[in-house]
């Protein structure tokens, strides 16, 4: 496979990179967390999304190295942002599987200087679906050692809250595909307030992914919402960009 081959030498070569979007605190209306997220800086087609290329990465096993390199240099990254600002690292069901793969996550911790309180482990709910006992067990044994756990793209997959019954995710990250309609349809917002009402019922803290308008941002706000991600505030920038993210307000 000609992609494989590609992925393969441009993890040897460096040719991955991580750029950050902001968690924004609606109270304070600060930056309390950075999202890495995963680009390939390709010689002919530039800068290339993970959409295209993490499913081949998940079928031939290359994300556990990937996925490896990410969190240490995303821990390494997160070590030069003030210690408030907190790490988010999206995690495949592929890379959970593998045995050590807790073991790398502490090592890349341990390596940067960080502490476990600063992680987030970013999961979709097919992290459950497969696998159940060892992964379950893999993520127990993370949030014991203090790393926390969230469930992204909540509310689009089959059984959303099957999970949460499943596993104490210390967060839910409500997909952005609930944010489209909040200025059209007026279930849009009573289904808003119910997942927020949701995660309040159950003692998880909740984001809502995808504002990109004020509009949104106000009508999530008014549904109680308290942490938010979205092009409004910022898309996801490289490194060196986020020095001035963090010492401006969003
Ligand atoms: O950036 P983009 O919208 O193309 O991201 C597509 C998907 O890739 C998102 O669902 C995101 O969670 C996932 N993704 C981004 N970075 C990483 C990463 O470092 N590791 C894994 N496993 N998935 C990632
Ligand atoms: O699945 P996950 O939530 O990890 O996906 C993150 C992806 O969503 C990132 O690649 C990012 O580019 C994209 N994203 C972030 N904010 C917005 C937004 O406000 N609107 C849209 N359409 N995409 C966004
Ligand atoms: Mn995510
Ligand atoms: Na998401």
Same mark, same amino acid.
């Given at each position: 496979?000609?992609?494989?081959?590609?992925?393969?030498?441009?993890?040897?070569?460096?040719?991955? /990179?991580?750029?950050?979007? +902001?968690?924004?605190?609606?109270?304070?209306?600060?930056?309390? #967390?950075?999202?890495?997220?995963?680009?390939?800086?390709?010689?002919?087609?530039?800068?290339?999304? @993970? #959409? $295209?290329?993490? @499913?081949?990465?998940?079928? =031939?096993?290359?994300?556990? @190295?990937?996925?490896?390199?990410?969190?240490?240099?995303?821990?390494? *990254?997160?070590? =030069?942002? %003030?210690?408030?600002?907190?790490?988010?690292?999206?995690? &495949?069901?592929?890379?959970?599987?593998?045995?050590?793969?807790?073991?790398?996550?502490?090592?890349?911790?341990?390596?940067?200087?960080?502490? +476990?309180?600063?992680?987030?482990?970013?999961?979709? /709910?097919?992290?459950?679906?497969? *696998? $159940?006992? $060892?992964?379950?067990? $893999?993520?127990?044994?993370?949030?014991?050692?203090?790393?926390?756990?969230?469930? *992204?793209?909540?509310? !689009?997959?089959? &059984? &959303?809250? #099957?999970?949460?019954?499943?596993? +104490?995710?210390?967060?839910?990250?409500?997909?952005?595909?609930?944010?489209?309609?909040?200025?059209?349809?007026?279930?849009?917002?009573?289904?808003?307030?119910?997942?927020?009402?949701?995660?309040?019922?159950?003692?998880?803290? !909740?984001?809502? /992914?995808?504002?990109?308008?004020?509009?949104?941002?106000?009508?999530?706000?008014?549904?109680?919402?308290?942490?938010?991600?979205?092009?409004?505030? &910022?898309?996801?920038? %490289?490194? =060196?960009?986020?020095?001035?993210?963090?010492?401006? @307000? +969003?």
């Amino acid at each position: 496979h000609a992609l494989e081959r590609e992925l393969r030498e441009a993890l040897a070569q460096g040719a991955f /990179e991580l750029h950050y979007q +902001p968690l924004v605190d609606l109270g304070g209306g600060r930056i309390t #967390g950075m999202e890495a997220l995963l680009r390939w800086r390709h010689p002919e087609r530039g800068l290339v999304s @993970p #959409g $295209t290329f993490i @499913p081949l990465a998940e079928e =031939t096993g290359l994300i556990v @190295p990937l996925g490896r390199w990410v969190l240490e240099q995303a821990c390494r *990254d997160a070590a =030069t942002w %003030p210690a408030h600002v907190s790490l988010a690292v999206n995690v &495949s069901a592929a890379q959970l599987r593998h045995r050590g793969f807790a073991e790398g996550v502490l090592a890349a911790l341990e390596a940067a200087g960080i502490g +476990p309180g600063r992680l987030e482990l970013e999961m979709t /709910e097919t992290v459950l679906l497969e *696998d $159940t006992e $060892t992964n379950l067990e $893999t993520l127990h044994g993370l949030r014991r050692a203090g790393i926390r756990i969230s469930m *992204d793209d909540f509310g !689009t997959g089959y &059984s &959303s809250l #099957g999970y949460l019954r499943r596993f +104490p995710f210390d967060k839910i990250k409500i997909d952005r595909s609930f944010v489209r309609d909040l200025d059209r349809a007026a279930e849009a917002g009573m289904i808003m307030r119910t997942l927020l009402g949701l995660g309040a019922n159950l003692g998880i803290a !909740t984001l809502v /992914e995808g504002i990109e308008t004020r509009a949104q941002l106000e009508a999530v706000r008014a549904a109680g919402c308290r942490q938010v991600q979205g092009y409004l505030f &910022s898309p996801p920038r %490289p490194l =060196t960009e986020t020095y001035a993210m963090l010492s401006e @307000p +969003p």
